[in-house]
């Protein structure tokens, strides 16, 4: 399983944009890179995934460089409520769902007034 | 969306008891389903892989006598912490595999006295 390097921490001011990369230089030609939100005593919250270049959906964008050893959430103008920790996980993609994700540190932001 | 479920949100028991977490997927059949554990500001730890029809595999450490799993159908997943002690106060999430992701349970605070 692919591991992955995150900041610990990160600050920002509300209506900020907001991009935390992730190093996973190990990772292999059938992962996915997913990035998961999660709020004190609440599961993680799916935010997106992708496999390469770029997708964006309604509350992020994810780039993925050529050689996918890094990827880099970017949150557009953050709000208070973006405060949280986010995870990024690397797992090959299975037709029954993915195979076990090993879970980093993750990066804790903070957002404020 | 898929939804997974767990109950109880929350419990307190003494010590030397057993307590059981229930995960259900609510609108998806889920063949295989994730059992983590989180201590207060650290990352998700997986304990074990259920697998509906078979045994469920275990990490490396997690005691698989002290924390009893079943997946006795496609919606449902039972985590059975026997013999409980203060130190298995914790906070565990169940996450289902569907569709190519995993979606993540809202967990559960257990809390030995």
């Known amino acids: 399983l692919a591991k992955t390097t995150q900041p610990i921490s990160m600050d920002s001011y509300e209506g900020q944009e907001v991009n935390i990369t992730c190093s996973h230089n190990?990772?292999?030609?059938?992962?996915?890179i997913t990035w998961y939100q999660q709020f004190p005593s609440q599961g993680p919250r799916f935010i997106i995934q992708g496999y390469k270049t770029k997708v964006t959906n309604e509350v992020a964008s994810l780039f993925i460089p050529a050689d996918r050893k890094s990827s880099t959430l970017s949150l557009p103008r953050v709000s208070l409520s973006d405060t949280a920790v986010y995870y990024c996980l690397v797992g090959a993609r299975m037709n029954t769902g993915f195979q076990k994700l090993v879970f980093g540190t993750g990066t804790r932001l903070l957002v404020s007034p | 969306g898929a939804v997974v479920s767990q109950h109880p949100s929350r419990v307190i028991c003494k010590s030397g008891t057993s307590v059981k977490i229930e995960c259900r997927s609510l609108d998806f059949q889920a063949t295989t389903m994730f059992w983590y554990r989180q201590f207060p500001k650290q990352s998700l730890m997986l304990m074990a892989t259920s697998n509906e029809g078979s045994k469920a595999t275990y990490e490396q450490g997690v005691e698989k006598d002290k924390f009893l799993i079943n997946h006795a159908s496609l919606t449902l997943s039972t985590l059975t912490v026997t013999s409980a002690h203060p130190e298995d106060s914790s906070f565990y999430i169940c996450?289902?595999?569907?569709?190519?992701?995993?979606?993540f349970g809202p967990g559960t605070r257990l809390t030995v006295t």
């Open positions: 190990n990772i292999a030609t059938n992962d996915y």
């Open positions: 996450s289902a595999s569907f569709g190519g992701e995993q979606y």
